[in-house]
């Protein structure tokens, strides 16, 4: 297989999520270009309406319309958040300044997923909550005056840290945060400094303090690196050529997986860097190499973590072994993404191990083959579908539509990239 030609990413769905989420703050029409039109992205579309804004249809080549009321109304009926932990988390910050009581509810796999992590310093703030699900979802939330908050997180996470800091933008109050094992990505940040917030650092403290105002904005959301990173990782698997991928956005808290790719030998290059809305851009140039074993420090996780399934089945063809260290949060992702990827690389004729939290994977020659269990998580099924592209593989994915969790289109991008035709 050789790789040649341009291709766009999907927009960046972190963006996505948080400009839909202050352009519905907003008080007025915001204009969201190259917005993600993934289902996770329409989750959070669809709850922003039950709470009051006014948000044109998600669809590709189209520049979103939304108008903002300024604060959210109480919703007729349950939020579904569908398989997004981003627009649950994010949007329980959001109601816990608001006064009124919404209940949130979501697929399977996110009902699952645990939520005390936020409610319990939102509630430190002065939001109250009601379990019906134990740790997870249905959950309701009752908002109303907020208190400051000083919290040390319990682990690195963007989800998190945005929960709290949005509740600091609807209550007015101070907010100080600290993250334990290196500053996970910090999109809200850099949006709300734009609208004239006070976010900085002392001591690893992030400190957030009011005095902004969110107003109706027009952006242009850059390709998300997540999904930039898939086709990254078919171009290093491939025989020959060279991909472009334009567009791309590079924050420095998420293009980890680029200084862990190059220490195994790959060969990624950027051109043409921009910036939009304090967000640097550029074209990722992505060509075949020999990769090489290498060790992922706990303290380089948080910057990465959505491209381990990724990583994972790169060092699964490199050269000796790759250790991912302390990475004992993929658990509790939409699925169990670290049992997962250790038990789908040996189906597949790789060599994985759990040990504690760590995952230990040593390269392999023999083409893989073998039956996937994605258990509906998208990184895992796209992750062996870029696999699955090595001459002589025979992979078997049982669910690959769950890959429009993120990357809609995605198998279709990928037979568009192996026959050469990407543009």
Request: net charge positive.
């Amino acid at each position: 297989m050789r790789v040649a030609g341009t291709v766009r990413a999907p927009g960046d769905k972190s963006i996505t999520h948080r400009a839909l989420m202050l352009a519905a703050l907003g008080r007025g029409v915001s204009h969201v270009g190259g917005a993600l039109t993934s289902l996770d992205a329409r989750s959070s579309a669809r709850v922003l309406r039950q709470l009051g804004a006014e948000i044109s249809p998600l669809r590709d080549g189209t520049v979103l319309t939304v108008t903002g009321r300024g604060r959210f109304r109480a919703p007729q009926r349950t939020l579904d958040c569908g398989n997004s932990g981003t627009t649950t988390r994010l949007l329980l910050g959001l109601l816990a300044g608001h006064r009124l009581r919404a209940t949130l509810t979501g697929d399977a796999s996110l009902r699952r997923r645990p939520m005390r992590r936020v409610t319990q310093p939102l509630a430190q703030m002065g939001a109250r909550f009601e379990e019906r699900g134990g740790d997870g979802l249905p959950l309701t939330v009752r908002g109303g005056r907020l208190r400051p908050l000083r919290h040390a997180m319990p682990v690195s996470s963007a989800q998190i840290k945005s929960a709290l800091l949005l509740a600091g933008v609807v209550g007015e109050v101070a907010v100080d945060l600290l993250e334990p094992k290196g500053r996970s990505r910090d999109h809200t940040e850099r949006m709300l400094q734009a609208f004239g917030y006070q976010v900085g650092e002392r001591d690893g403290w992030i400190e957030f303090r009011p005095g902004g105002r969110i107003e109706p904005f027009d952006i242009q959301v850059p390709g998300d690196p997540s999904s930039a990173a898939f086709l990254v990782g078919t171009s290093i698997l491939a025989e020959g050529g060279e991909l472009r991928i334009a567009g791309v956005g590079l924050n420095p808290t998420r293009i980890g997986y680029l200084a862990v790719l190059q220490r195994m030998g790959a060969r990624v290059s950027t051109d043409a860097a921009d910036s939009s809305f304090g967000e640097p851009v550029a074209d990722l140039i992505a060509r075949p190499a020999s990769l090489r074993g290498t060790e992922v420090t706990a303290g380089e996780i948080p910057g990465l973590i959505d491209e381990i399934p990724l990583l994972a089945v790169l060092a699964s063809r490199g050269s000796g072994e790759t250790i991912f260290r302390d990475v004992g949060e993929l658990r509790v992702k939409e699925s169990d993404r670290l049992s997962l990827i250790a038990t789908n690389l040996r189906a597949v004729g790789g060599k994985a191990e759990v040990r504690g939290d760590d995952l230990h994977i040593e390269g392999v020659g023999l083409p893989p083959r073998g039956r996937v269990r994605t258990a509906a998580d998208h990184r895992i099924a796209m992750a062996f579908a870029v696999l699955g592209t090595l001459p002589g593989a025979r992979i078997a994915i049982d669910d690959m539509a769950c890959a429009a969790v993120s990357f809609p289109g995605f198998p279709e991008t990928l037979r568009r990239i192996r026959a050469g035709r990407s543009r």
